[in-house]
């Protein structure tokens, strides 16, 4: 076994509903931030880290588990998402067959909501971090490496014998400027590999940032436990010098940013463009914003400062679910953010749901005159998935929520259905709110004028067209009558 070598990785997860598989050619494909960053944490205290990402190199189950097993590492480190956890389990569980000394770490947004259960569940992960990892997996490791007791290590869930025990805290880091710059040098073909959603960006490579952390809302559907309500910003000059490292180091054209909350502090957003004005970097870059935080002038300064594209998490065309959302925000407000934006000459992004408990034919009439009223440039529907981690959660388990779901959990499949509601009949209406948004003529003018200006999207677009008419053809033929859905789960047919 190789002392300090620690393997992380991202695994293989259910990506695209069956039936959508085209939907790949065009989907985001940015690396795990969270790795990256855990690494040269690591890295910085003497171990030895490098990255699997699994699903944007195609890799199976089985590839990663042999790709570890040859390495011998001493230490693997697995990023869970919901999706993943079963996936995750079952390399875990190859690993510790041929390397049983091996010590197999989990953490990520699934972890900080379901640690224990998780825990308690698979008895292959040996030790689960909770929360923000940096600190907390640099106090684990020397732990293990001392021979510790690890109930001396805050934030983590370790099994003692037969028992699963917690202990107290989830120390997150306060100074965000005090870390490392995420590893991106471990990433493999970086940055040409990684491409996010197909029109989401002018010109690649592309590169993420995650400029700060935190969101003090509680929209009911958000899983916020990993970062918590607090707000921590990196200063603008840490954020600018990221920017800058990405473009001069590896040619970095666009920067995403991942931020919950973009635009919080708009005295930080302000001094970052103008950090970007003053030194002439040459980057566009795109974030998400919640439609209560962007005015005429930050737009202007934003646009100025290369911002190409903001995602607004508009979620419907109904006040009145969007009170049921606890969202804090009106279709009002929204529509005049979108405004706004278009007229700053930014792109607005909208991420919509459908499905959220009391959803009916009448807010997804609401839902589909919204999206085609509103200035736009681009869409995106996901299928209303409670989270584990999300208030809604906890309301909607033991309805038809059970973990059995835990796989399908991508946004992609209806595990729940509000009352009246067929997981058939929503997913017609998936389709026709995407239709009645992407189908308008001014959408295909606006498209085609911008793959004339970026031709590089255009063969992704290509592909996506194809497999979308070989999909829908298949539907026809199969006796579908035009539903892209290839198959219900047998654990969903109680939601018809
Ligand atoms: C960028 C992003 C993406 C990107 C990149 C994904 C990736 N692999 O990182 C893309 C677009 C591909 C994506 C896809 C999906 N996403 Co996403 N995504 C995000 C977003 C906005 C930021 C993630 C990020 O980079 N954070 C910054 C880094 C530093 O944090 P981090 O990754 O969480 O890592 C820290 C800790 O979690 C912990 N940690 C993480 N892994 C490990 C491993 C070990 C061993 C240890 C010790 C610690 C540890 O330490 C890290 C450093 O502090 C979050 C929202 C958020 N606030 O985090 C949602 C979020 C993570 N996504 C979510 C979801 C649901 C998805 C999808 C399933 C569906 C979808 N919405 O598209 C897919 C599946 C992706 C997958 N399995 O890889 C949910 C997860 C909920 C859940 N319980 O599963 C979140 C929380 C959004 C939300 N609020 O509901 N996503
Ligand atoms: S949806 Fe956005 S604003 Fe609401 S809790 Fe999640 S991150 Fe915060």
Same mark, same amino acid.
């Given at each position: 076994?190789?002392?300090?070598?620690?393997?992380?990785?991202?695994?293989?997860?259910?990506?695209?509903?069956?039936?959508?598989?085209?939907?790949? *050619?065009?989907?985001?494909?940015?690396?795990?931030?969270?790795? !990256?960053?855990?690494?040269?944490?690591? +890295?910085?205290?003497? $171990?030895?880290?490098?990255?699997?990402?699994?699903?944007?190199?195609?890799?199976?189950?089985?590839?990663?588990?042999?790709?570890?097993?040859?390495?011998?590492?001493?230490?693997?480190?697995?990023?869970?998402?919901?999706?993943?956890? *079963?996936?995750?389990?079952?390399?875990?569980?190859?690993?510790?067959?041929?390397?049983?000394?091996?010590?197999?770490?989990?953490?990520?947004?699934?972890?900080?909501?379901?640690?224990? &259960?998780?825990?308690?569940?698979?008895?292959?992960?040996? =030790?689960?971090?909770?929360?923000?990892?940096?600190?907390?997996? =640099?106090?684990?490791?020397?732990?293990?490496?001392?021979?510790?007791?690890?109930?001396?290590?805050?934030?983590?869930?370790? %099994?003692?014998?037969?028992?699963?025990?917690?202990?107290?805290?989830?120390?997150?880091?306060?100074?965000?400027?005090?870390?490392?710059?995420?590893?991106?040098?471990?990433?493999?073909?970086?940055?040409?590999? $990684?491409?996010?959603?197909?029109?989401?960006?002018?010109?690649?490579?592309?590169?993420?940032?995650?400029?700060?952390?935190?969101?003090?809302?509680?929209?009911?559907?958000?899983?916020?436990?990993?970062?918590?309500?607090?707000?921590?910003?990196?200063?603008?000059?840490?954020?600018?010098?990221?920017?800058?490292?990405? *473009?001069?180091?590896?040619?970095?054209?666009?920067?995403?940013?991942?931020?919950?909350?973009? !635009?919080?502090?708009?005295?930080?957003?302000?001094?970052?463009?103008?950090?970007? !004005?003053?030194?002439?970097?040459?980057?566009?870059?795109?974030?998400?914003?919640?439609?209560?935080?962007?005015?005429?002038?930050?737009?202007?300064?934003?646009?100025?400062?290369?911002?190409?594209?903001?995602?607004?998490?508009? &979620?419907?065309?109904?006040?009145?679910?969007?009170?049921?959302?606890?969202?804090?925000?009106?279709?009002?407000?929204?529509?005049?953010?979108?405004?706004?934006?278009?007229?700053?000459?930014?792109?607005?992004?909208?991420?919509?749901?459908?499905?959220?408990?009391?959803?009916?034919?009448?807010?997804?009439?609401?839902?589909?005159?919204?999206? +085609? %009223?509103?200035?736009?440039?681009?869409?995106?529907?996901?299928?209303?998935?409670?989270?584990?981690?999300?208030?809604?959660? +906890?309301?909607? $388990?033991?309805?038809?929520?059970?973990?059995?779901?835990?796989?399908?959990?991508?946004?992609?499949?209806?595990?729940?259905?509000?009352?009246?509601?067929?997981?058939?009949? !929503?997913? %017609?209406?998936?389709? &026709?709110?995407?239709?009645?948004?992407?189908? +308008?003529?001014?959408?295909?003018? $606006?498209?085609?004028?911008?793959?004339?200006?970026?031709?590089?999207?255009?063969?992704?677009?290509?592909?996506?067209?194809?497999?979308?008419? *070989?999909?829908?053809?298949?539907?026809?033929?199969?006796?579908?009558?035009?539903?892209?859905?290839?198959?219900?789960?047998?654990?969903?047919?109680?939601?018809?």
């Amino acid at each position: 076994m190789k002392a300090n070598d620690i393997i992380f990785i991202n695994p293989p997860y259910e990506r695209i509903a069956s039936g959508y598989e085209f939907v790949k *050619h065009i989907t985001n494909n940015s690396p795990s931030l969270g790795l !990256l960053h855990l690494a040269a944490e690591v +890295r910085q205290h003497g $171990y030895n880290p490098s990255i699997i990402e699994s699903d944007i190199f195609n890799l199976s189950v089985e590839q990663v588990a042999a790709s570890v097993i040859r390495q011998q590492p001493q230490y693997v480190g697995i990023t869970l998402f919901t999706v993943g956890v *079963h996936a995750a389990a079952a390399i875990a569980k190859r690993i510790k067959l041929d390397l049983p000394d091996t010590v197999v770490i989990v953490g990520g947004p699934h972890i900080s909501s379901m640690g224990n &259960e998780t825990m308690q569940r698979f008895e292959q992960f040996d =030790v689960a971090v909770d929360g923000e990892g940096e600190k907390v997996l =640099v106090d684990l490791l020397e732990a293990l490496k001392a021979g510790k007791d690890l109930y001396q290590v805050p934030g983590i869930i370790y %099994r003692d014998k037969c028992f699963v025990r917690k202990t107290p805290g989830k120390p997150n880091n306060k100074v965000l400027d005090e870390l490392p710059f995420p590893a991106w040098d471990l990433l493999p073909d970086f940055p040409h590999a $990684y491409k996010p959603a197909v029109y989401d960006f002018p010109r690649g490579p592309v590169a993420t940032i995650s400029a700060s952390r935190g969101c003090p809302f509680l929209c009911r559907f958000c899983d916020t436990s990993t970062f918590g309500a607090r707000v921590r910003h990196y200063s603008p000059e840490v954020v600018f010098r990221m920017m800058q490292h990405l *473009h001069e180091k590896y040619g970095v054209r666009h920067i995403g940013f991942v931020d919950d909350l973009f !635009l919080a502090s708009k005295v930080r957003v302000t001094e970052l463009c103008n950090l970007i !004005l003053e030194n002439g970097l040459n980057v566009t870059w795109s974030c998400t914003a919640r439609v209560d935080t962007v005015k005429p002038e930050i737009l202007k300064l934003m646009k100025k400062a290369g911002c190409w594209e903001i995602s607004f998490g508009l &979620e419907t065309g109904s006040d009145d679910l969007l009170r049921k959302m606890d969202k804090k925000a009106e279709v009002k407000k929204s529509e005049q953010a979108v405004k706004w934006t278009a007229a700053a000459g930014i792109r607005s992004k909208g991420l919509f749901m459908l499905g959220y408990p009391g959803e009916d034919a009448h807010t997804i009439q609401q839902t589909k005159e919204f999206i +085609r %009223r509103i200035p736009m440039t681009i869409m995106n529907l996901s299928k209303f998935t409670p989270y584990p981690g999300s208030p809604i959660y +906890r309301e909607l $388990y033991g309805t038809n929520i059970r973990d059995d779901h835990w796989e399908k959990m991508n946004g992609m499949n209806f595990v729940w259905a509000p009352q009246g509601m067929s997981v058939k009949k !929503l997913d %017609r209406h998936y389709q &026709e709110i995407l239709k009645a948004f992407y189908k +308008r003529p001014q959408i295909g003018l $606006y498209y085609l004028k911008l793959t004339l200006q970026y031709p590089n999207h255009f063969l992704r677009l290509l592909r996506f067209a194809l497999g979308f008419l *070989h999909a829908k053809f298949i539907s026809f033929i199969s006796g579908r009558g035009g539903l892209l859905v290839k198959e219900q789960q047998p654990h969903l047919d109680k939601l018809n």
